[in-house]
């Protein structure tokens, strides 16, 4: 199937930096999801975009939808220790590689 | 709302046997039910989809003989690990879908053979 390439796998920052997780696809995606992964724990979904240049929000966080849906971002503002987690995204039931985020206070 | 269960939460079991993993919806019904399979530090593999009342669908390179599922309820869907040996250790995940692609994961499972 269809596999989504995510980068980074691995981001450090301090309490207050902000952090960029990517996403591509050599295919068009229809959409994408973007889940949620504490370290012990599962993953939560957070949101799904589905049209072209999509931009969404939810508080500190904001995903893009890239204009070709081949691409996708999910972008923290200032970030805090509680945003410490793996990232992933998915399309089509299939997950990226996930971006492990980590938080120095 | 939305709310998926997996039981048991962790079993340790020796090579050779069987292990059975639950995973329930508890306050939906989910027609699909997808099977994920999580080594630590790593993403999560799709292995199979699980429909109600019909043969599960799996991911390539998986063994269905291995891996047997069933979907017998609206909120039961079951993985049996048959013949389980060491590598067969793993964190097990199940999702059910609400709205298309969006997916609600149980707690997970974690397997060890011993």
């Known amino acids: 199937g269809q596999q989504v390439m995510q980068i980074p796998q691995y981001q450090h920052v301090q309490e207050g930096e902000d952090f960029t997780t990517y996403c591509n696809s050599s295919t068009t995606l229809s959409n994408i999801q973007w889940y949620k992964q504490r370290p012990g724990g599962h993953p939560v979904f957070l949101i799904q975009l589905v049209k072209s240049g999509e931009v969404k929000k939810q508080k500190r966080l904001t995903f893009q939808f890239g204009e070709a849906k081949k691409n996708s971002s999910l972008h923290i503002t200032a970030t805090q220790t509680t945003d410490v987690g793996t990232y992933f995204c998915a399309a089509h039931m299939r997950f990226g590689a996930g971006t492990r985020l980590t938080v120095k206070p | 709302g939305a709310v998926v269960s997996q039981h048991p939460s962790w079993v340790i079991c020796k090579s050779g046997t069987s292990v059975k993993i639950e995973c329930r919806s508890l306050d939906f019904q989910a027609t699909t039910m997808f099977w994920y399979r999580q080594f630590p530090k790593q993403s999560l593999m799709l292995m199979a989809t699980?429909?109600?009342?019909?043969?599960?669908?799996?991911e390539q390179g998986v063994e269905k003989d291995k891996f047997l599922i069933n979907h017998a309820s609206l909120t039961l869907s079951t993985l049996t690990v048959t013949s389980a040996h060491p590598e067969d250790s793993s964190f097990y995940i199940c999702s059910a879908s609400v709205a298309e692609y969006e997916q609600y994961f149980g707690p997970g499972t974690r397997l060890t053979v011993t």
């Open positions: 699980s429909n109600e009342g019909s043969k599960a669908t799996y």
